[in-house]
């Protein structure tokens, strides 16, 4: 745990149910190794997490099981961890390297950036070697000109205790990547001779592996899951097809059929996701179906909270949790792991290695000190405390072109590209990449007529939703819920409307407040029921917010519109507005859109900017919370 971090202070529900194999998963870490500082149930780093993970392999030692460790990418983007460093990943990426995972796959953050996307493939992937899986992806090979893969097509391996597994990692359809990588789609994968082969591989099979970043669920917009169970199931009916995903920032488990399911494991080093299963039919299999002294898993796989569920005939037993990423619940599901003390020297030195890496970049460098804290979306869009209205105070503050100063601007961003909430007190360099990690910046057509320009934000909010993300298909879901005091009845509920979240993550802020044995945090139902939240939390409240948000600057001051605008948006966008201005007959296109501002002011500056202008005046009466400041 970082210098001034809490523990949480509720413990688990009960003791993990361990079977014949087992799995921990992480997905969608975007950098934040260092914990987070001002978050009690999140409290633990990815030192804690090395300790974690050695302990419970001995665990499965001692029980004579199976364990595998597997991440499904988006490895920055997020914090200041990874992204104060150039590129970004650079030392984050050393620092991920400690955990022994088996299996890994590549995220839609690994490939924005060509830097990035040759740092995964030089770098990374080799530290992993034949268990980094990028069923469909590709990266250019300068030297050759050619096409290859970035890490493994498949991997058939047996496990330690004699399973053999077929497994793949497979990206959904992202369309964003820069020009030297190629995804291919899940359509196209799922006819490739090398892929089919693999299917039907020579050798037994006693479970195929399907890892992805990819909504876990093959009903949600934008998952190819859909497309590689068929696949799969209609070769090989009767094994077992265990998936893992990620992408989507939400806590979900999924019944295929009687022998699939899938699971995905949240996002930011809030969760770590538990699998364990019995039942697999293996002629080489030599560990405990059940091991001993532990729970074993008793769930089948029946969807409990569809209609009438479904039947099941095979032997298979489940059990799915979400752990919540502090220390009080690694050290709990860590006993009996032979060790006596959680601490060992290797999560320890990762530790130091965390701290040395936020002195080196500058992490606590302060820019001010925010009056209150500002959520994304446990407060209705517009009201009091949630963040958009602050950033379109902070857009039209200082975005701003001089030498066009006096032209009234509108300038639109895309909410996603606002990650986090923004605490009260002191904001910091960290902050500044917590909030708003990305580096688009800002593009604008000058003079656009008011009646034209006036409609854009109205038209790509109202967008049919598989237009609104230029990276996914049908639907992103990554708007994520933060902060609050109760969930209003049903927001957590409407888990199977595709377009809802289906579980909630914890206040910042509020948490440190509660005494009582439950505090706000993820309240999580799937298929397999309510019970899946390793520690029981209180719900919190959920309002989505649009795609896009605008601010205006430089208006008429009394009151009249003005005839013409500048109108200013992201280079991120930049699709998207251009459609818009096209579908309400404006005459403006590509040709008339350039830089408004130096591409160095990002979305990653304006806060930053903001802070300086705004909150330095609090900072000799900033209240420290806890953990703020303290890691250098
Ligand atoms: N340069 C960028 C890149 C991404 N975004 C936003 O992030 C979303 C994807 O993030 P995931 O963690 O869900 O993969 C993407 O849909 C954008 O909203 C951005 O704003 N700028
Ligand atoms: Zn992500
Ligand atoms: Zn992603």
């Known amino acids: 745990m970082q210098p001034g971090a809490q523990n949480a202070t509720v413990a688990p529900r009960g003791p993990l149910a361990w079977g014949q194999l087992n799995f921990l998963h992480t997905t969608d870490t975007h950098g934040w190794l260092e914990g987070h500082l001002k978050e009690q149930n999140y409290g633990a780093d990815w030192g804690d997490f090395v300790s974690f993970t050695r302990h419970m392999r001995h665990k499965s030692g001692n029980l004579g099981v199976d ?143 399907v890892i992805g970043h990819n909504p876990v669920r093959p009903t949600a917009g934008g998952s190819t899951f859909g497309t590689l169970y068929k696949t799969i199931r209609g070769l090989r009916p009767d094994t077992p097809i265990q998936a893992f995903g990620g992408h989507t920032h939400i806590r979900d488990f999924a019944v295929f059929d009687d022998k699939s399911t899938g699971l995905e494991s949240g996002r930011y080093c809030e969760t770590v996701g538990w699998l364990s299963m019995s039942g697999i039919n293996s002629s080489t299999f030599k560990g405990n179906m059940k091991p001993r002294g532990v729970p074993n898993p008793t769930q089948p796989a029946v969807n409990v909270t569809a209609t009438g569920g479904n039947p099941t005939k095979s032997n298979l037993l489940y059990q799915r949790r979400y752990l919540d990423f502090n220390r009080l619940t690694f050290a709990y599901h860590a006993v009996g792991s032979q060790d006596n003390t959680f601490d060992l020297h290797s999560g320890e030195r990762v530790t130091d290695l965390i701290t040395t890496d936020r002195k080196a970049l500058n992490l606590t460098a302060l820019y001010g000190c925010a009056p209150a804290t500002y959520c994304q979306s446990c407060k209705p869009f517009g009201a009091e405390g949630n963040i958009f209205p602050l950033l379109a105070t902070a857009l039209a503050t200082t975005v701003i072109n001089q030498s066009r100063a006096d032209i009234p601007r509108l300038i639109i961003i895309n909410t996603g590209s606002v990650r986090f909430d923004l605490v009260e007190g002191p904001f910091t360099f960290d902050d500044s990449f917590i909030v708003s990690p990305f580096t688009d910046a800002f593009q604008f057509i000058p003079d656009v007529p008011y009646n ?60 440190r407040r509660q005494t009582t044995a439950t505090t706000p945090g993820y309240v999580t139902k799937d298929d397999f029921g309510t019970d899946g939240d390793d520690t029981i939390h209180s719900k919190i409240p959920f309002y989505p917010q649009p795609e896009y948000l605008q601010a205006n600057a430089s208006f008429p001051t009394d009151g009249s519109e003005p005839t013409t605008v500048d109108l200013i948006f992201l280079d991120f966008i930049v699709a998207d507005v251009l459609a818009a201005l096209k579908s309400v007959g404006a005459k403006e296109a590509a040709s008339d859109v350039s830089y408004y501002l130096p591409k160095t002011f990002t979305t990653n500056s304006y806060l930053p900017a903001y802070a300086k202008i705004a909150w330095q005046a609090n900072v000799p009466n900033c209240p420290v919370g806890a953990g703020v400041g303290s890691g250098s």
């Open 67 to 209: 364990l595998l460790l597997i991440d499904t990418g988006d490895l920055h983007d997020g914090n200041g961890l990874s992204d104060a460093s150039s590129p970004n990943g650079a030392l984050s990426n050393l620092v991920f390297e400690n955990v022994d995972y088996d299996l890994l796959t590549i995220g839609n953050h690994e490939l924005y950036v060509t830097d990035i996307a040759y740092e995964t493939f030089n770098q990374f992937s080799k530290v992993y070697g034949e268990r980094y899986l990028t069923s469909n992806v590709q990266i250019l090979n300068n030297q050759t000109g050619e096409f290859e893969y970035i890490g493994s097509k498949f991997r058939y391996f047996t496990t330690a205790h004699g399973l053999r597994i077929m497994s793949f990692g497979v990206l959904y359809d992202f369309k964003g990547n820069s020009n030297v990588s190629k995804v291919i789609k899940a359509a196209d994968l799922v006819k490739e001779t090398w892929f089919l082969d693999a299917v039907q591989y020579p050798e037994p099979i006693d479970l195929f592996l």
């Open 452 to 511: 034209y320009a006036s409609q854009i934000l109205g038209v790509i909010n109202a967008g049919p939703a598989d237009k609104k993300r230029r990276d996914l298909g049908p639907r992103d879901f990554s708007f994520t819920p933060m902060t609050g005091e109760v969930c209003p009845e049903g927001t957590a509920e409407h888990a199977h409307d595709s377009l809802k979240p289906r579980s909630e993550p914890m206040t910042r802020g509020l948490h």
